[in-house]
T-cell receptor
Framework: DAMVIQNPRYQVTQFGKPVTLSCSQT?????MYWYQQKSSQAPKLLFH???????NEADTPDNFQSRRPNTSFCFLDIRSPGLGDAAMYLC?????????????FGPGTRLTVT | AQTVTQSQPEMSVQEAETVTLSCTYD???????LFWYKQPPSRQMILVIR??????QNATENRFSVNFQKAAKSFSLKISDSQLGDTAMYFC????????????FGSGTQLTVLP
């Protein structure tokens, strides 16, 4: 089945220690998104890629970076995690060509910062 | 800018009963799509139902249906014959048509189905 995969599902990191979260997709979608979701809140868009074009949300902290080496993979790098970065991180994909542009979400990575 | 409002932070319903979740939105555009996403306790966000703004007919997916009132900018979700597995956070979301615009989410409604 075509899907969005996120690894790891749970990640524990220390305060200030860089961490990388990964996302892969078999849907062959050209748009990939990273969201941060805190408890009982809606997902907050951090950035997205349209093919290789990177689009950063204005309020995304510089501490968050992303890489997309190819269509299938996308990475979220948190350079110096703070306690406030503990959250669920969701990856999503969509096809820019085909309406209705619905997004397909991965299962998420829950990040704990100690 | 588009906004999506879900005014019911929490709701509960008895198993087998019907429940309606409310959503209103604000936009000056005429071409857009609306979605309801479900996020169960396992946290994977899945699409429940979608509605194209240009369609007058309300979308239906099995036990899930919407009441789309374009003039009123209202998009409610009705769940019939509620099941325990329907317990989840439900997010209403909006996207403009025409390329990959950004999803605008509402704040969510936590639905609990009681046995």
């Amino acid at each position: 089945d075509a899907m969005v995969i996120q690894n790891p599902r749970y990640q524990v990191t220390q305060f200030g220690k860089p961490v990388t979260l990964s996302c892969s997709q078999t849907l062959n979608h050209n748009v990939m998104y990273w969201y941060q979701q805190k408890s009982s809140q809606a997902p907050k868009l951090l950035f997205h890629y349209y093919d290789k074009d990177f689009n950063n949300e204005a309020d995304t902290p510089d501490n968050f970076q992303s890489r997309r080496p190819n269509t299938s993979f996308c990475f979220l790098d948190i350079r110096s995690p703070g306690l406030g970065d503990a959250a669920m991180y969701l990856c999503a994909t969509s096809s820019r060509q085909a309406a209705p542009y619905e997004q397909y979400f991965g299962p998420g990575t829950r990040l704990t910062v100690t | 800018a588009q906004t999506v409002t879900q005014s019911q932070p929490e709701m509960s319903v008895q198993e087998a009963e019907t429940v309606t979740l409310s959503c209103t939105y604000d936009t000056s555009e005429s071409n857009y799509y609306l979605f309801w996403y479900k996020q169960p306790p396992s946290r994977q966000m899945i699409l429940v139902i979608r509605q194209e703004a240009y369609k007058q007919q309300n979308a239906t997916e099995n036990r899930f249906s919407v009441n789309f009132q374009k003039a009123a900018k209202s998009f409610s979700l009705k769940i019939s014959d509620s099941q325990l597995g329907d317990t989840a956070m439900y997010f209403c979301a909006f996207i403009l048509s025409g390329s990959a615009r950004q999803l605008t989410f509402g704040s969510g409604t936590q639905l609990t189905v009681l046995p």
